[in-house]
């Protein structure tokens, strides 16, 4: 059974995302994310605006995706490759066995502090479908906004402060634009508006760069390019902070690997729902779709006996 492993990114999360993990978790990282989330990791009731900032999103989403990839390790096949859309990146080299779970929590803040620490006034991301490339690279040259990611079916994200994002999108409206989306993130990530988060990010990561071997690949979200190694996959890491991702390129990367399946490990389905759009030969899921570990594991095997 050839699997693929996806991380989802910031922007899906959900007050039920948040007391599952709460639910869920060890003792030990349940202690961890109280200091680190103390205003927000006891509420039975956490609101979704507190969810969206970047001090609490990240290392809640990074805990949660590698709480369900301990859960489902022992229960799967070992990945072919695992890919992580932004902040999901951090997930997947901690899946590929780069980072623990309490390294990567802690990472996951670091590189929030790091990224909110680059911007001071309003800021964010933009998602603006229907226009091809060549668009939007005119848009972004007339508001003073930067492409952050490519993703298929001409769904681009645009990232810049919020007075320029709203030119923009006055801009992508006049221009046809299917679809503009002012998305609940408040920092302009993947642009050189973070420039100064990546050394930054990257000293943080330094303690855990080594030349030892992944458990499987990891492809880089700027461009699919497959680390092997935990050095190489922490570079990349700190790199994408302040560089456009090519997520076509990463789905791709992953097709030529020739899985089976796909798996989303979200929160979310975003992923999964992109990859069946492009290709519909090869079935993907979200851990979302199931109600425990043993369903999904159930999917899997009947993907491997039809196969």
Known sequence: MRLAIVFSGQGQQSAEHFQALQAMVSSETAAQ??????????NAAVHCEALGQNRIAQPFIFAFQLQWWHQLQPLLPRPICAAGYSLGELAACSAAGALDMQQGISLAAQRAASMDDCVQTQAGLMAIMGLPLKDIEEITANSNTHLAIINPDQHYVIGGFEQHLQHAGQL????????????????????????????????????????GPLRFKVLGAMDGRAAMRVAQALDTLADQISHAMDWVACLQAIRELQPDAVLEIGPGRAMARMWNAIYPDIPARSVDDFRSPVGIQKWVDNVLARR
């Open 33 to 42: 994310l109280s200091k680190l989330l103390p205003d927000v990791w006891q």
């Open 172 to 211: 992508a409206h006049e221009q046809g634009a299917m679809r503009v989306v002012r998305l609940s993130v408040q920092t302009p990530s993947h642009t050189v508006l973070l420039q100064s988060a990546t050394p930054a990010f990257a000293r943080h990561l330094a303690p855990y760069r080594n030349e």
